[in-house]
């Protein structure tokens, strides 16, 4: 079966430090892989999105940066966290044609 | 991808069914609807997706007008852990130049004892 994994769970980082986040996933070739963050009390928003190995869409002009260096792995980055970074941070999978789409557990980060 | 309109928040009793309501009055006739929810702090959880047709599951049922203007998510007997957020979502089920998933703001269903 396929299973996701994202780690760590919490992070708490200072301002201007910077951000890896990963995400693996197992069971599967070829997905889809996905970066949402969600700020408290907020809605869902789509920051990358990759159809393949060195694919990356971004949505959202801003200090984060993605990358898929192997297919069943997503890596989320920042140079210099701000403030505004801090939310829970979700990575997601599909398959190729996109019907449902399965999420981590996600990480929440605090930038302090 | 479609707009979708939702109410922000609805209220339902234990064990009576909660029924979700997605206008989508722009919708195509390659998209589909698809509903997810996310339970406080978790991930979102796909649901249920329909294009036409009624669609059910072991979670949920999907009723989708005949114009396909807009859709009804049915929890048939809810519970209190269904309280969460669901997400209306219409999109072209088959990837080809648009794989992006994004969510609106969903409608957050509080089911009270």
């Known amino acids: 079966s396929q299973t996701i994994h994202q780690w760590p769970a919490t992070l708490v980082q200072p301002v201007g430090s910077p951000l890896s986040l990963e995400c693996t996933v197992e069971g599967t070739s070829n997905p889809n892989l996905y970066w949402y963050r969600q700020a408290a009390g907020r809605g869902l928003q ?3 999105y990759s159809v393949g190995i060195g694919q990356i869409s971004s949505e959202v002009p801003q200090n984060l940066s993605a990358s898929r260096p192997q297919d069943r792995q997503f890596i989320l980055s920042s140079k210099k966290l701000l403030l505004s970074d801090s939310g829970f941070y979700l990575c997601a999978w ?6 449902e789409a399965f999420f981590g557990q996600g990480t929440r980060l605090t930038v302090v | 991808d479609a707009k979708t309109t939702q109410p922000p928040s609805m209220d339902c009793a234990e064990g009576r069914a909660a029924n979700l309501p997605c206008n989508h009055s722009t919708i ?4 589909y609807v698809y509903w997810y929810r996310q339970i406080h702090s978790q991930g979102p959880q796909y649901i249920i997706h329909g294009l036409k047709n009624n669609e059910t599951n072991e979670m949920a049922s999907l009723i ?3 114009d396909r203007k807009s859709s009804t998510l049915i929890l048939p007997h809810a519970t209190l852990r269904d309280t969460a957020v669901y997400y209306c979502i219409v999109r072209v089920a088959s990837g080809g130049s648009n794989y992006k998933l994004t969510f609106g703001k969903g409608t957050l269903l509080t089911v009270n004892p």
């Not at chain 1, 599909?94 to 019907?99: E, K, L, R």
């Open chain 2, 28 to 31: 195509s006739g390659n998209e």
């Open chain 1, 46 to 48: 789509l920051l990358f």
């Open chain 1, 94 to 99: 599909s398959v190729m044609d996109g019907t």
């Open chain 2, 64 to 66: 989708i007008t005949e």
